[in-house]
């Protein structure tokens, strides 16, 4: 079973954007912070059981060098709430 990095960024709205850096075109926000991480475990399963193809998950040193996603997503690590995101089929 694999998991993928999820970033979580409380935003201005008092809501949580949701991300996830190996699916760059995913973006969404949720209300409470338990609803956004659901969210990004249902968006997961529903790619896969669609057969989607998808890039393996990266390890967060390797997002964090990822000068270009975290830049054009304004990402504050030090503000942000990372959790794996595990991929269930």
Do not use: C, N
Request: no cysteine; glycine share 6%; proline share 8%.
């Amino acid at each position: 079973m694999s998991h993928y990095v999820g970033v979580f960024v409380h935003a201005t709205t008092g809501r949580w954007r949701v991300l996830v850096p190996d699916l760059p075109s995913y973006e969404t926000e949720e209300g409470t912070l338990d609803r956004a991480i659901m969210r990004a475990e249902e968006f997961l399963r529903r790619v896969i059981r669609l057969g989607t193809p998808i890039p393996p998950p990266r390890p967060l040193a390797l997002i964090k060098l990822d000068k270009e996603w975290v830049s054009t997503r304004d990402i504050d690590w030090s503000r942000s709430v990372v959790t794996m995101i595990q991929v269930r089929g």
